[in-house]
């Protein structure tokens, strides 16, 4: 199945020259469901990932789904102030200001193996800050999965010595 045929390419959002690439259409379809699990899934058959940790919004469809197939547990990471008990933070950098990452403080256990899935690599912020709350928290990072990578806004950068795979690139 070619997977870039179901996604949908909305110019101009959220705001002028952006081209956003919408999951939703892929997603709604059950072949496409399971085709984008599996292949997020299967170069982590073998490494006995624990938890699998998805990033804030579209990370927590793709992440519970992949923690599934895994036979892992799932992490939801959040914006500021959306968890209801102690919570560790990473800050990190945008184009113009900052934003910030909130888990748990104790949802990964030290020395648990993790996966960091979420629908989109960009810039790279968002990934690497996920990364940071990984590691505050002692997990052991096996790798970060994304069914899209922006290969042009270079997010690999932020995430060196990093094992990172994706899916589909752009």
Request: glycine share 12%; no cysteine; aromatic share 6%.
């Amino acid at each position: 199945m070619d997977l870039k045929q179901h996604i949908r390419h909305v110019p101009d959002f959220p705001k002028p020259g952006i081209l956003f690439y919408d999951i939703t259409t892929l997603l709604r379809s059950p072949a496409g469901l399971k085709a984008t699990i599996e292949r997020l899934s299967t170069p982590y058959a073998g490494a006995r990932i624990d938890v699998v940790v998805g990033i804030e919004s579209r990370g927590f469809i793709l992440g519970a789904a992949v923690a599934e197939r895994l036979g892992a547990g799932f992490i939801p990471v959040r914006k500021p102030g959306k968890l209801p008990a102690k919570s560790i933070k990473e800050t990190y950098a945008l184009e113009y200001g900052t934003d910030a990452l909130e888990s748990h403080a104790d949802a990964v256990d030290s020395g648990q193996r993790v996966l960091i899935v979420d629908d989109v690599l960009a810039t790279g912020g968002t990934a690497a800050a996920a990364t940071q709350l990984v590691r505050k928290a002692g997990g052991d990072l096996s790798g970060l999965a994304f069914l899209i990578e922006l290969l042009g806004l270079n997010g690999k950068a932020k995430l060196p010595g990093e094992k990172v795979f994706s899916v589909l690139q752009y």
